[in-house]
């Protein structure tokens, strides 16, 4: 039964990916992963618990994929451009619809609406990652400049969604790189 439940967020995360968590409905979840009503309430009793589960998982590859990245270059300044290349490789990927996280905040825009929540909780978890990598080299600076390294992915993100900026990636490293030798 546990790989009905999986079936659930894997297929509930790729359609709220490509269309969104308002739009797409449970009966769309359910025809599309060939499960009963009845099993998607045994593991979910509303569509908020889907939606959390999904960001949950989604956060767990994200982070994981992203911190490997990163945590597998030797210095500063390469672990933070991993992050940027890291970003430009997801966004050049055919099923990049921009970032989940950004989006359930855009459609939950209570801030105490528990998918708001868990959207925020992602963005503070790469800050505090981020932070890592900066906090021997720029000591009591690194919370502030993680910030606007953050800034920068995030907008990249948006422009490579949006607008479908090709290099945005790229473009955003530009900057950062300018941020890491002024501090």
Not at 28 to 41: D, P, S
Request: glycine residues 6%; proline residues 1%.
């Amino acid at each position: 039964m546990a790989d009905k439940r999986e079936l659930l967020v894997s297929k509930a995360m790729e359609l709220f990916a490509e269309g969104g968590y308002t739009a797409v409905g449970i009966d769309r979840i359910l025809a599309e992963a060939g499960v009963a009503k009845m099993t998607l309430y045994k593991y979910f009793p509303s569509k908020t618990d889907l939606i959390l589960e999904v960001l949950t998982k989604r956060d767990d590859y994200f982070r994981t994929s992203l911190m490997a990245a990163a945590d597998s270059k030797k210095t500063t300044s390469t672990k933070i451009q991993a992050l940027f290349t890291w970003h430009d490789e997801w966004f050049k990927r055919a099923d990049f619809n921009g970032c989940m996280f950004i989006n359930a905040a855009a459609e939950f825009h209570d801030r105490e609406s528990p998918i708001h929540l868990m959207a925020a909780r992602h963005k503070e978890l790469i800050i505090d990652y981020i932070e890592g990598i900066l906090k021997q080299e720029y000591g009591a600076s690194s919370r502030k400049l993680a910030r606007q390294i953050n800034l920068l992915l995030d907008g990249a993100i948006d422009a490579a969604h949006v607008i479908g900026e090709k290099h945005a990636a790229a473009d955003a490293w530009d900057v950062a790189k300018g941020l890491l030798q002024a501090s």
